[in-house]
């Protein structure tokens, strides 16, 4: 089965940089996705990781290695919009089609 | 171009009353997919529909739950008989070569 950890609360100051971390443990692997929540809207998607390494969009960046099992989601420059609650999520069974598990949501707050 | 909409946007609804939630995926997206998210928790797997297979019901909580959907449209989803712990947003999402689109979901309260 899928099990994926992510922090609970972060809080950051405005402009800083933020890392959020994932870890999970899946019985077979193909691709993490990580999605932006603002507080009573729908998820967005942000990025999707297959391969090891960092991949940049813009002020946020997400990063995979698959050996350890772990990922991040980096956030620069931050904005108080970018307070949202950001959902780590792994296919299952691995594919890219079939259901997404979800770790809880790691809700980050930007103050000025 | 039009994304994932879902209607109604809030329901409120009685114990024991039936509800039925509708999603319309975007255009020509062949996979749609029902969450379950509960205040402050993450999503929860529902069903899982894909072009003309039989769809993946293993995350339906009890055989209240059903959904069903029509070609590769409109999914509707049912929850019968409904309790308070039914109480969440139900969202919907729908995708064509891997990435899930959402939509705003919909609010559900049993009283």
């Known amino acids: 089965g899928q099990n994926i950890d992510q922090p609970t609360e972060m809080t950051a100051t405005e402009g800083a940089i933020v890392q959020i971390n994932c870890t999970y443990q899946t019985s077979g692997f193909n691709g993490l996705f990580w999605y932006q929540q603002h507080a009573g809207e729908a998820p967005t998607f942000l990025s999707y990781n297959v391969l090891d390494g960092l991949e940049e969009k813009g002020r946020f960046s997400s990063f995979l290695s698959r050996s350890k099992g772990y990922s991040y989601l980096l956030l620069k420059e931050l904005q108080m919009k970018d307070s949202a609650s950001y959902l780590c999520a792994v296919p299952s069974p691995p594919g890219n089609t079939g259901k997404l598990i979800f770790g809880q949501g790691t809700t980050l707050q930007v103050k000025p | 171009g039009a994304g994932v909409s879902q209607s109604p946007s809030n329901k409120v609804t009685e114990k024991g009353k039936d509800v039925e939630l509708r999603c319309d995926p975007i255009s020509g997206h062949t996979a749609l997919y029902w969450y379950r998210q509960r205040l402050g928790q993450g999503l929860e797997f529902l069903i899982y529909?894909?072009?003309?297979?039989?769809?993946?019901k293993s995350g339906l909580p009890s055989d209240r739950f059903s959904a069903e959907r029509t070609g590769e449209s409109v999914s509707t989803l049912t929850i019968q008989r409904t309790q308070q712990e039914d109480s969440a947003v139900y969202l919907c999402?729908?995708?064509?070569?891997?990435?899930?689109?959402f939509g705003p979901g919909t609010r559900l309260l049993v009283l």
């Open positions: 999402a729908s995708s064509l070569s891997g990435t899930q689109y």
């Open positions: 529909f894909q072009g003309n297979s039989a769809p993946d």
